[in-house]
């Protein structure tokens, strides 16, 4: 081999890139058995994977009866993230649906409040795609997928919902309870027009600039 294969480890992952010739894959076989008599680590090649890629048919048995592996294709899960060759399809992003689906499955939506389900909306289900988002671009299909589930499970907490029951940002910063209950407190009539003049809002003499600032906000970062 005139040049080393390309190894990427994390923790207890390993991927070794190597030529796709049978002296190659053999030269590879006999560094991976000198590492286990040196180290005393066994590599437990049933549990190990050789991908082809852009390598004849033919060929790929050979090179699995010399590493003793089994043989996988494209898209491979690596660290938690679909890799592969080629432009990921739309299957490969399914187990990131799965995982918020898995989630919905154990809420009991029928016993959470609006405010309730808010807040798994925004701390657990809103971070679920993060890490992927990280790596790879969703397609928009994945993406209305997801907000489509974090919409239906907001505003009827069940698995789909209509555009009927959603409610507007207006509505929610002036009608939701929680801003409701505020606007009442300092007697100030705040309607669903007013919200896109909300920064003119005049709060009570009494009210420091600051706290109402604050709990605009908060108001805002709550919805």
Known sequence: MDRPCTVLQYADDTLIVARADEPA???LKHQLQRFSKATGMCINYS???????????DDVPV?????????GTFPQTYLGLPLSNEKLKLSAFVPIISNVDRYLSGWWASLLNYQGRLILVNVVLDNLPIYVMGALLLPQGIMD?????CCAFLWAGKE?????????VAHLIARCVFAAGFWCRLDITLTEGDVSQLWNVQPPATLP????NAFLLLCCWRL
């Open 47 to 57: 549990k190990s994977t050789l991908v082809p890629m852009h390598v004849v048919e």
């Open 145 to 149: 997928a997801l907000d489509a589930r």
């Open 63 to 71: 090179y699995v009866n010399i590493l003793g592996c089994t043989p």
């Open 209 to 212: 600039w600051a706290y109402f």
């Open 25 to 27: 894959v053999s030269h």
């Open 160 to 168: 789909s919902v209509s555009g009927a029951q959603c409610l507007s």
